[in-house]
Antibody
Framework: QVQLQESGPGQVKPSQTLSLTCSVSGGAISSGSYYWSWLRQHPGKGLQWLGYIDYSGRTNYNPSLQSRLTLSVDTSRNQFFLKLTSMTAADTAVYYC??????????WGQGALVTVSP | VLTQSPGTLSLSPGERATLSCRASQTVSSNYFAWYQQKRGQAPRLLIYGASNRASGIPDRFSGSGSSTDCTLTITRLEPEDFAVYYCQQYTSSTGYIFGQGTKLEIK
């Protein structure tokens, strides 16, 4: 059973860069069979897809965040990463990592709450 | 844009629930999915490719769809089915987009 776990700071200051890590167990990113995605959910709101990356580092970003978002992958550690620059209060959300299989997000991490405050 | 209806659905255990999702962009029905989210938890994939149940999903959950519309049906509601449900569509231009959610609550 594939498991994903987000890790990173629970709080960042405005204008700073958010860095999150997703650690994958139970399956190898290097298998190349899946994409690996980041999503977020603002408090009390719906889901927003941020982007995905494959084992080779090929990415696809949400156009609304493309200028601020960078995804990367380390297959040797079975991890993938998110960097989101110029954080504001509007970026306060629960951030999820997930696996993309069959054009759907079939395994999810438990989520990491990130709060942007001075 | 994906528009889900209704916004809230009030039903009793044992009843049948029908949730709808309409897309503004035509895509293959293969690109539709449904998720269930309970309070404080990550979403769980229920249906992919419009009509395929994900692993471990009970057969009271079923989905159907076309190029612009998809439907999630839950027959014989169980107490654990009361949650928020999201539809999802994938397109090459927008990536993954989600509806605003339908809250299924106990009547």
């Amino acid at each position: 059973q594939v498991q994903l776990q987000e890790s990173g700071p629970g709080q960042v200051k405005p204008s700073q860069t958010l860095s999150l890590t997703c650690s994958v167990s139970g399956g190898a990113i290097s298998s190349g069979s899946y994409y690996w995605s980041w999503l977020r959910q603002h408090p009390g709101k719906g889901l927003q897809w941020l982007g995905y990356i494959d084992y080779s580092g090929r990415t696809n970003y949400n156009p609304s965040l493309q200028s601020r978002l960078t995804l990367s992958v380390d297959t040797s550690r079975n991890q993938f990463f998110l960097k989101l620059t110029s954080m504001t209060a509007a970026d306060t959300a629960v951030y999820y990592c997930a696996r993309v299989g069959a054009l759907a997000l079939d395994f999810w991490g438990q989520g990491a709450l990130v709060t942007v405050s001075p | 844009v994906l528009t889900q209806s209704p916004g809230t659905l009030s039903l009793s255990p044992g009843e049948r629930a029908t949730l709808s999702c309409r897309a503004s962009q035509t895509v293959s029905s293969n690109y539709f999915a449904w998720y269930q989210q309970k309070r404080g938890q990550a979403p769980r994939l229920l249906i992919y490719g419009a009509s395929n149940r994900a692993s471990g999903i009970p057969d009271r959950f079923s989905g159907s769809g076309s190029s612009t519309d998809c439907t999630l049906t839950i027959t014989r509601l169980e107490p654990e089915d009361f949650a928020v449900y999201y539809c999802q569509q994938y397109t090459s231009s927008t990536g993954y987009i989600f509806g605003q959610g339908t809250k299924l609550e106990i009547k």
